[in-house]
């Protein structure tokens, strides 16, 4: 496929009207379409691009074409000025922004954004760790430096309250680290991940989610239970004198929400596409079960102390009927 010029426009479909979208290669939100047999035209698709189709069937009057942005970002404001997607919205090159950017109340003082069609929580991927199955499996749970504090601290105190979850040492240790750990997108994020066992690569899941389901499935993710504090989740955004649009975008996107066709697409663009067997586990909700050999040794250690228990009785029997005998 050949590659995407900056001024050149991305057609959908046969449509055209003034509304013109930007929007970003992230996946699986927008994706080059491979399939594409089509030569005239460069086609995408995705998440984002099954939503916008759900909304113009209720308004087939609303006509739209595409262009990706020229500087690859969704927007940040430096010295005054907003670059990336949102740059291009404020300077009039588009007139709404199809992607999956977060809502921000910095973003919300300039733009108009729609109803939120997808929240998400925070998650982090590590590289999955090469488990041995033994008959001490259950063990494994921590390592033995971590078993021994663990004894220490039963020992020496009785209640211990944490105060910290875990997303936020994980910040704290990040923080504090002498090689930055931070990185400028998804991918490397990834990849620092995977050739990094040690390293904990932290963003939302729905960006990270379409890399612990892919080959080679060398990925776990552990999600949080708690929305991201950065944003209100994924909207589409407008320019204000677009409210009109942005109006009917919200109602359609509540209504997708409301018929569970928000609920199916992205079951199609994240979970349908899973290339990792399902003999790995799920690697993005629970442990992998522990099996009865690696429990084992809990019933050999039952068994040893049973064992020391009855020979200390027949050892104190014995010890009773001597000490009587010479009475």
């Known amino acids: ?15 055209f009207f003034g509304l013109k979208v930007v929007t970003k290669i992230e996946h699986p939100f927008v994706e080059f379409d491979e399939d594409n047999t089509d030569n005239s035209s460069i086609k995408l698709k995705g998440f984002c691009i099954d939503l916008l189709e ?32 949102m740059g291009e919205l404020l300077r009039g090159e588009a007139d709404m922004i199809l992607a999956g950017m977060t809502i921000t109340s910095l973003r919300d003082q300039y733009v108009q954004f729609s109803k939120p069609f997808m929240n998400a929580n925070l998650g982090f991927v590590m590289k999955s760790a090469q488990k041995e199955i033994s008959w001490y499996g259950y063990l494994n749970v921590f390592d033995v430096y971590v078993w021994v504090l663990l004894m220490i601290s039963l020992l020496s105190i009785s209640v211990f309250i944490c105060q910290y979850t875990t997303f936020e040492m994980l910040y704290n240790i990040m923080y ?30 729905p960006f990270l989610l379409p890399h612990v389901l892919r080959k080679p499935c060398d990925l776990d993710m552990i999600m ?31 209504e997708l929400h409301e018929n569970g066709q928000l609920s199916v697409i992205r079951h199609r663009w994240w979970e349908d596409r899973n290339e990792c067997p399902k003999s790995d ?47």
């Open 1 to 15: 496929m050949r590659a995407i010029l900056r001024s050149e426009q991305v057609t959908l479909t046969s449509k």
């Open 54 to 85: 759900l909304i113009v069937e209720k308004y087939p009057d609303i006509k739209y074409t595409f262009h990706l942005v020229q500087d690859s970002g969704y927007g940040n404001l430096v010295n005054g000025t907003w670059n990336g997607m």
């Open 176 to 205: 504090n680290s002498a090689i930055s750990p931070y990185v400028n997108s998804t991918e490397n994020g990834i990849k620092r991940a995977r050739e990094n066992s040690n390293y904990a690569f932290i963003a939302e899941t």
């Open 224 to 254: 949080s239970t708690q929305t991201p504090k950065t944003g209100g989740g994924y909207g589409l955004a407008f320019r204000r004198e677009n409210i009109s649009i942005e109006q009917k975008f919200s109602l359609r996107i509540i």
């Open 281 to 327: 586990g799920d690697k993005f909700s629970e442990n992998d079960p522990i099996s009865w050999f690696q429990t084992a040794g809990v019933f050999v250690i039952l068994f040893v102390g049973i064992g020391v228990g009855i020979l200390a009785k027949i050892i104190e029997i014995i010890r009773r009927r001597m000490f009587a005998h010479c009475i």
